[in-house]
């Protein structure tokens, strides 16, 4: 088995705020990242697929595959956009980078039959960089 | 203990399958099956276990690696076309997943020891895009 990962970016603004706390306790918890204006990043997620390398191609994956489905699910969606008011999914969670990269890895797996309709490959992994300092791995097999 | 070396080769190659058409070569692989070949300054990183010797309190001997890796990959591979110049790519598609696991089986003869044995390689083709292989059982 082989691992292929590509890496791909896309800047957006989000504001990490929980509804169940109050204003000193969100203040308290988040610090900068609660400024109720928002403020936004250079995002980089790494997205690593496994599987057998197929004998006519020598490749385990189909890069521009990937891409599109990446592209579609992801990239568009979120590029340029405020994560907090135009992302479904944050409206009901805070947009962190956990949380971020489980909804990366529930698009990717929800639409990956379509487009990888055989055995293999198989999302393994996606991470994301809000910034250089840190990395956030979430396993496809967390998600549902 | 995991411990990963660098090292860093430029070469060129073509992704063409030779049981295939050049309509279907060019729709498999795009731009890289331009039979002329293109390049790319490759970035290998090849990660060893093992556990820190209780004298030296080092793995293994990080210049011996170096050795190896620049006798057994760099000097191999650096500044040639890979189809042409480096078996097996004269039959086997020079893709990064083909090349890892040929790095991999090049240097596996040499890092088996009690001290430092191969546990990954990864290719990088482009800053974006690496392939990672951990040998038959990984």
């Known amino acids: 088995m082989i691992e292929v990962t590509r890496k791909y970016r ?5 504001r990490l705020h929980a509804p169940q706390l109050d204003e000193a306790e969100n203040r308290a ?116 | 203990m995991l411990i990963t070396r660098k090292a860093e080769f430029s070469a060129s190659h073509t992704c063409r399958s030779p049981g295939l058409s050049e309509s279907e070569n060019r729709a498999l692989f795009g731009a890289a099956a331009n039979p002329h070949g293109h390049g790319h300054n490759y970035v290998l990183e090849v990660t060893l276990e093992g556990t820190p010797d209780p004298v030296t309190g080092m793995v293994l001997d990080l210049k011996a690696l170096k050795e190896t890796l620049n006798r057994e990959v760099v000097e191999i591979y650096d500044h040639r076309f890979l189809n042409r110049e480096v078996a097996p790519f004269d039959h086997v598609i020079p893709t990064p997943e083909n090349i890892a696991i040929d790095i991999w089986n090049r240097l596996l003869p040499h890092l088996s020891g009690p001290r430092g044995k191969l546990h990954g390689v990864r290719i990088y083709e482009t800053p974006d895009l690496y392939v990672e292989y951990f040998g038959d059982a990984g």
């Open chain 1, 29 to 144: 918890l988040y610090g900068k990242c609660n400024n109720p204006f928002g403020h936004g990043h250079n995002y980089e997620i790494a997205v690593t697929v496994r599987g057998p390398v197929e004998p006519r191609s020598g490749r385990a994956v189909d890069a521009e595959l990937l891409d599109g489905l990446v592209r579609r699910q992801v990239l568009e969606p979120f590029e340029h956009r405020n994560l907090n008011e135009e992302v479904e999914a944050f409206r009901a969670a805070v947009p962190t980078s956990e949380n971020l990269g489980r909804e990366v890895v529930r698009r990717l797996k929800q639409n990956w039959q379509a487009v990888f309709p055989a055995d293999w490959p198989r999302l393994e992994r996606v991470a994301i960089a809000e910034t250089s300092r840190n990395a956030f791995e979430v396993s496809a097999h967390e998600i549902e």
């Open chain 1, 10 to 14: 896309f800047s957006a603004s989000h």
